[in-house]
């Protein structure tokens, strides 16, 4: 597999969604799914981490599976609102790395 950057993944995302897609969800379907994946992934740590195990009736998950599903969704979110992840991702580790840099 090759190393993309976010520009690269969020175009790879974007041609998807418009050849086998169909096109973006609204923003808030967008928001639902995204809410959605973060609350299996929630429950996936439970299950793993936390006091409540996984029923043995229940399927086995991934958590890189299910950590790769809240990313996709964050793209198309951020390709529908004409978001460059990219720089935001440079910004934000700017941010980190000046003004929090002695805060951790």
């Not at 041609?15 to 169909?22: C, L, N, R, S, T």
Request: contains cysteine; hydrophobic residues 35%.
């Amino acid at each position: 597999m090759s190393d993309y950057t976010l520009r690269e993944i969020q175009q790879q995302v974007d041609d998807w969604v418009q050849e086998v897609g169909k096109g973006y969800w609204s923003p808030h379907e967008m928001l639902a799914r995204l809410v959605e994946e973060v609350g299996e992934t929630a429950r996936l740590i439970n299950h793993l981490h936390g006091i409540k195990k996984k029923k043995e009736s229940e399927s086995a998950q991934e958590l890189s599976s299910e950590l790769a599903d809240i990313l996709f969704a964050v793209i198309c979110l951020a390709n529908t609102e004409g978001i460059d992840l990219q720089e935001s991702f440079e910004q934000m580790m700017t941010k980190y790395s000046v003004r929090d840099k002695n805060r951790y």
